[in-house]
């Protein structure tokens, strides 16, 4: 049987849901090409769908093509100005090329769209700290917490910014709630989770080198 015309035809008897839930499984994999490929088969056939736009370009964006992902994501909000998490990854874009403040910009849009977008509200506490508005990211984070979801990487989160600030109490607190929530194993590759409890076991490993130090 040919392998290529087998998988050829297992697309078009596929519903577009199906196929937008095979190439994000692709994309888990590491296999960004194929998940790509899937998507530009699925905008091909409906070319007006903003969601597929927008989850290309997070599939460019987490593949490192920053220019592409941009793109699609502002054809997504042409498509569908009122597509939440549209905003919210082309502000992942701004912040990756250093544009804070376009970044911020869009992170309200996501929120004013959809106050419970939970990931919005994080990013742009992760972005306000990096503009050192260490207390405006702390309230922000707070206000994250009451949504219920994410507490693994709200707590990190904010414990990165009181470890920033210099409360160090406060973020060891942080941290340890943060590595009660985030899983210890994952069977997606390159797990957001996982690669945030490995950062926030490094950021107490630095303040332990610290607290030793300053003994």
């Not at 196929?19 to 998940?35: D, F, I, M, P, V």
């Not at 090329?97 to 309200?108: E, F, I, N, Q, T």
């Not at 207390?135 to 979801?149: H, R, S, V, Y």
């Amino acid at each position: 049987m040919n392998t290529n015309l087998s998988n050829s035809f297992t697309l078009f008897i596929k519903p577009d849901e199906s196929l937008r839930t095979w190439a994000w499984e692709k994309a888990q994999q590491g296999n960004y090409s194929e998940a790509i490929a899937l998507l530009d088969w699925l905008i091909d056939r409906c070319p007006h769908s903003a969601i597929d736009y927008n989850n290309r370009g997070l599939l460019y964006f987490q593949n490192g093509q920053i220019k592409l992902a941009l793109a699609d994501y502002n054809l997504a909000l042409k498509l569908n100005p009122q597509l939440a998490s549209a905003y919210n990854n082309r502000a992942n874009c701004y912040a990756a090329s250093g544009w804070l403040v376009a970044a911020l910009a869009d992170y309200d849009r996501a929120i004013d769209l959809n106050p419970g977008h939970v990931r919005a509200r994080i990013n742009q506490g992760i972005t306000l700290r990096e503009l050192g508005m260490y207390k405006q990211a702390i309230e922000n984070f707070d206000t994250a917490l009451l949504l219920g979801q994410l507490e693994g990487h709200i707590y990190a989160e904010r414990g990165r910014t009181y470890h920033l600030w210099g409360d160090w109490n406060y973020c060891l607190i942080d941290y340890r709630r943060a590595l009660t929530q985030l899983p210890q194993e994952s069977t997606w590759k390159s797990s957001p989770a996982i690669c945030l409890r490995l950062q926030v076991e490094a950021w107490i490993d630095q303040l332990r080198s610290l607290f030793s130090k300053g003994r």
